[in-house]
């Protein structure tokens, strides 16, 4: 079942139309609108006494100009081109008015279900007025007995089919389904139909100048008919009579004379419908009911379809364009595709060819990086662990090159931590020899790799931090002190130590 079912109907000088979506499992309405089909202002006539000689010579070829007027620029296409705009579709299923059908309901044997195209196409020979015209009749099953079926048949004739095709070929809009407003009106409002109990009733629908009939019997309608407009409502009358004579079961005793219109009806027209029954009026308040009315006909599966041979053959036709348009920007687009790998393989091979290229050659030198680098830190390690100029045994000289001349001075201990520090331990005769030593190892420059001593300013310090400990004069009358030196934090020499 579609998702969405879209509708338009020609009714009361309108062209009305409705959408109706799937909402939670239930179809409501998601868009209406209403487009004028007949020209709001007619052709003001000319005064009296005013007659020129332009006019005069225009007289025959009125009929001409009329005809030379753009089928796109009539009201009825320019209605259903607007429709399509608004709806943003273009093709739509259509429900028309009865004034515009062949349409009869007739009694039919139960046998007559495995062929009832024909069955109808034989009801509508008989009431058709064009007896050479070919028509595509449409039926539905309103009712069923243990003896036969009532069916709704109906055609849509040639004069009408090509007025509407022609609007429809200039607004470039299609028809998938065709089906009578009044028997939307009549599914739309039968709820109030129905508030009043009868076993026939009758039904009269009043739509801008028109009247449609419906004779309903038991819940199915037994007539149906078109009446058109009435001078007077005495001509209605007229009609209704001759309708009810003309349909199945004669004439029957009317329970109910329902009359539906949206524009107050006559109080006189009221009063002469009197004589075939109660008369009650329901007031229409939605002027597309009828039409949504169909939608949800289509969606319930009903089989009302008088859509000419020739609207349908125009659909296919443009669907059929619509696909070969696809096809062909399909077909073009691939062959643009094919063209392009066939002609531009070469430069996309070269292309690839270049980029791996390049791509080996940053792997290559990103390697011969690494091995570099590699070789660069070995040698670097090497050269640290080759460098004799800060070794225990240079400490060791420097401590004791900067010892004092005393033969007293004594080092009793010394501890040497590759990168970290060293500490030195002994006694003095006073305070300013061991003094000597904490300045001389506070000023002590980094030794030159080359074991010379030229520029000894410029380098910068070996220790980091120098820290004095001084102790008591002991027994023998020298002074305990013990000195630590740090090395800079930059050292990433392994430790180790001596003494």
């Known amino acids: 079942m579609a998702k969405e079912v879209t509708v338009l109907g020609i009714e009361g000088g309108y062209l009305h139309g409705v959408r109706l979506e799937e909402r939670n499992g239930a179809y409501e309405c998601a868009a209406a609108e209403s487009w004028p089909i007949e020209d709001e202002q007619p052709a003001a006539e000319p005064e009296a006494g005013e007659t020129s000689e332009a006019s005069a010579q225009t007289d025959d070829a009125g009929e001409d100009s009329a005809d030379a007027v753009a089928e796109e620029d009539k009201p009825l296409a320019r209605a259903f081109k607007a429709a399509a705009e608004f709806f943003e579709q273009r093709e739509f299923a259509l429900t028309l008015p009865l004034s515009k059908l062949l349409v009869k309901c007739v009694r039919m044997p139960l ?9 109808a196409t034989q009801a509508l020979d008989e009431i058709s007025p064009f ?19 009532r069916v709704l048949v109906s055609a849509l004739p040639a004069a009408a089919a090509e007025e509407i095709g022609a609007a429809l070929d200039a607004a470039k809009v299609h028809v998938t389904h065709t089906d009578a407003t009044a028997l939307g009106w009549l599914r739309s409002l039968w709820p109030r139909l129905c ?12 739509f801008g100048e028109e009247w449609e009939l419906a004779v309903v019997d038991g819940g199915a309608p037994v007539q149906l008919r078109g009446i058109g407009k009435v001078s007077s409502a005495a001509q209605l009358c007229r009609e209704v009579t001759l309708s009810l004579l003309a349909c199945d079961g004669g004439a029957q005793e009317i329970g109910d004379v329902a009359v539906c219109s949206m524009q107050p009806v006559d109080d006189e027209a009221l009063k002469r419908l009197a004589v075939f029954g109660p008369v009650r009026t329901v007031v229409v308040d939605n002027a597309v009911s009828g039409v949504e009315g169909c939608a949800r006909r289509i969606i319930e599966g009903g089989t009302f379809d008088v859509t000419p041979a020739d609207w349908v053959e125009s659909r296919t036709e443009s669907r059929f364009r619509r ?11 691939l062959w643009a595709l094919v063209m392009g790998v066939f002609f531009g393989y070469e430069a996309v091979y070269n292309h690839m060819r270049d980029s791996q290229k390049s791509l080996c050659k940053e ?3 990103a390697r011969e990086y690494k091995e570099v680098l590699d070789m660069t830190n070995r040698v670097a390690l090497i050269d640290r662990y080759e460098d004799r100029s800060k070794c225990a045994l240079e400490m060791l000289k420097l401590v004791s090159d900067s010892l004092s001349d005393d033969e007293t001075m004594v080092i009793e201990y010394f501890k040497f931590r590759r990168g970290e520090d060293i500490s030195v331990r002994g006694k003095a005769p006073d305070r300013e020899s061991w003094r000597q030593l904490d300045e001389a190892l506070r000023a002590a420059p980094v030794p030159s790799p080359n074991g010379s001593d030229e520029d000894d300013e ?13 102790g008591s004069q002991n027994r023998d009358g020298l002074f305990p002190f013990t000195v630590t030196a740090k090395f800079p934090a930059a050292e990433d020499d392994s430790a180790g130590g001596g003494k």
């Open 323 to 333: 696909s070969m348009k696809m096809f062909l920007f399909a077909a073009i687009g």
């Open 131 to 149: 007896p050479d015209e070919e028509l595509a009749p449409a039926a539905e099953v309103l009712s069923e007995t243990d003896s036969d079926l």
């Open 458 to 470: 410029d380098r910068p310090l070996l220790f980091a931090e120098v820290k004095p400990t001084e």
């Open 363 to 365: 792997k290559q030198h």
């Open 195 to 206: 508030e009043v109990e009868a076993q026939r009733r009758l039904v009269l629908l009043r």
């Open 111 to 119: 046998e007559a279900r495995d062929d009832m195209l024909g069955a």
